[in-house]
């Protein structure tokens, strides 16, 4: 014959005893500190609902017939209190007809127990009652750390988006989460317009890091503004050098203009910055390759001769100087101030036509 397996003993909780008789609230305390368990007692139903509201308990042993409130409704009101209903609630009563009990259970209590009450009855119910609780106690410190998870994902991926913003366009970004990767592509007519800050390196050498990086932090966010204001495209800055693109993965109706309005309007930005510093400008107008390299860190790029011949152009001429080559020169149709500088010899390309910019018509 099998050997019967004893059931472990209820672990030690905090019960509320809810009797309007003296005699019966210390008969049941006696049993419940027997059983190691800590007893709270109410002597009637507006009593407990006021030890209620400031203090915990694990369970509820309550009487039916007390004076001013029932425990019928304290039942009821337990069950509409969104902080106690789950606390569970066995009722004990002489009242032994089965009206009582299924009224009871019906209001939600989780078992009934007449008077005189067996200790062993009592102690087989709380057991099974305190056990559903740790359950159910469980369950929601397991649900509010899966949900304090899901607000960690949340935040992570939302900072994993912001970062990918800060990485990649919008199209960008939009097609690398719909097809995991970003098709590159040949853009006709992108004007690409190149930023340097001139002697840059020789302010590094006279400077302090931390003012070096706090001058350069505040005008690469103020030159990140102007050129979403401008309706421009930053790609990317590579220490001292801002890269941007009109009429690249966003259509512009007047690319090279919005360039150059882009360009004095980072220049001034330049001046006003702490450093005091002054920005060289190249703009050039024509066809780049554009995709998104790297797997673990991405980057997306441009990739062509209109990119290189800005860059070019950016690295000639007098400080704060806006130079455009003919192409991009010619797109203005005749609303730009300024001079043809002649042919200007430009490392790979020779010698082309470069225009200097002193301002735009509206």
Not at 205 to 219: C, F, K, S
Not at 268 to 275: E, F, H, K, Q, T
């Amino acid at each position: 014959m099998a050997a019967t397996v004893a059931r472990p003993a209820a672990a030690p909780a905090r019960i509320l005893i809810v009797d309007d008789e003296p005699f019966n609230r210390d008969v049941l305390a006696q049993e419940l500190e027997l059983l190691d368990h800590e007893t709270v007692a109410a002597i009637n139903g507006r009593d407990a609902l006021d030890r209620l509201a400031g203090d915990a308990v694990d369970l509820i042993l309550l009487d039916i017939m007390m004076p001013e409130m029932d425990g019928f409704e304290v039942l009821r009101r337990l069950k509409a209190d969104a902080r106690l209903r789950h606390v569970p609630v066995i009722m004990i009563s002489a009242l032994d007809d089965i009206d009582s009990v299924v009224r009871c259970v019906a209001l939600g209590a989780e078992d009934y127990l007449p008077k005189p009450f067996d200790p062993v009855l009592l102690k087989a119910r709380l057991g099974a009652c305190l056990e559903k609780k740790r359950w159910r106690d469980q369950e929601v410190a397991y649900l509010a750390r899966i949900e304090r998870q899901m607000r960690e994902i949340e935040r992570e991926r939302a900072r994993a988006d912001r970062l990918l913003h800060a990485i990649l366009p919008p199209s960008a970004v939009t097609e690398l989460k719909a097809h995991d990767r970003v098709t590159p592509k040949r853009y006709e007519e992108v004007a690409v317009l190149f930023g340097d800050i001139v002697s840059f390196t020789s302010y590094c050498e006279r400077h302090p890091a931390e003012e070096v990086v706090q001058n350069l932090d505040q005008l690469t966010r103020a030159c990140e503004e102007l050129v979403s204001a401008h309706g421009l495209e930053k790609i990317k800055t590579v220490g001292d050098c801002v890269v941007a693109t009109a009429n690249l993965l966003e259509p512009h109706v007047d690319p090279v203009a919005a360039s150059v309005r882009c360009a004095f309007a980072m220049a001034a930005a330049a001046g006003a910055n702490p450093a005091g510093w002054q920005i060289r400008f190249g703009i050039h107008l024509g066809p780049v390759v554009a995709g998104v390299v790297g797997q673990s860190k991405f980057t997306f790029d441009l990739w062509g001769d209109t990119v290189n011949v800005a860059a070019r152009l950016s690295d000639i001429g007098e400080v704060g100087a806006v130079h455009l080559s003919e192409a991009a020169w010619r797109r203005l149709d005749g609303r730009a101030r300024g001079h043809p500088l002649g042919p200007v010899a430009l490392k790979g390309k020779g010698e082309i036509q470069v225009y200097r910019c002193e301002g735009i018509d509206v």
